[in-house]
């Protein structure tokens, strides 16, 4: 006929006893030809079975091979952060203190292919965005610090060429009407 292999159906005994009434005849499929010796020589599992083994042991190098636990150099971060922020408020703490620092030499240390690694991109990131803002608000502090040195020192300016061409001060009149008024409590002179 062909050359595919070729199959063939037979029918089964029929069931005697009494049980024979619940069971119906089946029909088997038996194979025939180069189907059957193909089967015999084991054609085709071979390459199945050394598939099922190389996954296999992939699996277990995965799972054995890799880390068992948390990436270390997280935990360690971790540690460090935690305990240089015990007892401190918010508002007290100094990211630029070296436990920051060694937090995120820590944190670049982690394996950007294991799982925590998004994990410790995130508290590295958080950690950034603290020191930024804290030195924002330094340069804000700084600035308005020197904002009022300079206003102070105009005024300074202001009140000393006013002394060096003998004109009254608008300050220099309450002082005098305070000097000339005394002391107001009358037990603590003054």
Known sequence: MGD???FRWERLKEPTGPSAR????????????R????ERAGAG????LGAILLLLCAVAF????????????????????????????????DYSHAAYRSALVELGDVDARSADAPEAAALAGQIRARIEAQR????TRSEEVA??????????ER????????????????AACKEEEGPRDPEHPE
């Not at 619940?22 to 030809?33: H, I, K, N, Y």
């Not at 599992?45 to 199945?48: D, E, G, L, R, S």
């Not at 924002?136 to 340069?139: F, H, L, M, P, T």
């Not at 009140?159 to 309450?174: H, L």
């Open 147 to 156: 904002a009022r040195q300079e206003l102070e020192q105009k005024r300074d």
């Open 22 to 33: 619940s069971a119906s005849p089946a029909l088997v499929l038996l194979r025939t030809g």
């Open 35 to 38: 189907a059957k010796s193909a």
């Open 159 to 174: 009140f000393f060429e006013g002394q060096r061409r003998g004109q009254p001060q608008p300050d220099a009149g309450a």
């Open 62 to 93: 995965s799972v054995l091979g890799g880390p068992t636990g948390p990436d270390p150099h997280l935990v360690k971060a971790k540690d460090i952060v935690e305990h240089y922020e015990r007892g401190r408020a918010k508002d007290v703490r």
């Open 136 to 139: 924002a608000a330094a340069r």
């Open 4 to 6: 595919g292999p070729r």
């Open 45 to 48: 599992t071979a390459p199945t």
